[in-house]
């Protein structure tokens, strides 16, 4: 009898252990599901992000394919401006530059863009905030930027003063 009380002891240490071993391996299904969930939220997040960044930057596009100044438009509602075609191309671009590197910005945030690209990234960032006959578009234009891109951007020397 004693023999069987060791065994049975035996069998119970036995049947903790693998229900310890099943807790654990349901409680790592569960932990990689939601770590599979967060990153099908970020992936979907970029791409809402993305999809807003695309619709606005066919209009920058169209908008100088028909000789139309964006910022004047949209953002000055304004119709009468004086600008050549070169002029509105130059500005719409400079406009759909941002659109593309606030995008950009959303992405790495999101961890979606590895540091090498995201260094070039913000070596044009840089380039494109010492366009200095185009400095005026940026300070209307970054009304709207997240406050860490301007944050970022602040960083950089300032080649118009």
């Not at 593309?100 to 044009?124: C, H, P």
């Amino acid at each position: 009898m004693n023999k069987n009380i060791t065994t049975m002891m035996s069998m119970n240490r036995l049947n903790d252990f693998l229900q310890i071993i099943g807790v654990l391996g349901l409680i790592a299904s569960l932990i990689f599901v939601g770590l599979e969930l967060r990153q099908s939220h970020k992936i979907a997040l970029a791409k809402t992000q993305q999809e807003r960044n695309n619709a606005i930057r066919q209009l920058i596009m169209n908008s100088t394919l028909s000789g139309i100044d964006w910022q004047s438009t949209t953002i000055e509602n304004k119709v009468d401006y004086d600008f050549t075609m070169k002029e509105i191309a130059r500005r719409n671009s400079y406009h759909d530059a941002w659109f593309l590197y606030e995008n950009d910005f959303f992405q790495y945030s999101q961890g979606l863009i590895t540091d090498e690209v995201w260094q070039a990234k913000v070596r044009a960032f840089e380039y494109w905030y010492n366009l200095c006959d185009m400095r005026e578009l940026y300070h209307v234009r970054s009304r709207w930027m997240p406050t860490k891109m301007i944050e970022l951007i602040n960083t950089f020397p300032d080649k118009c003063n």
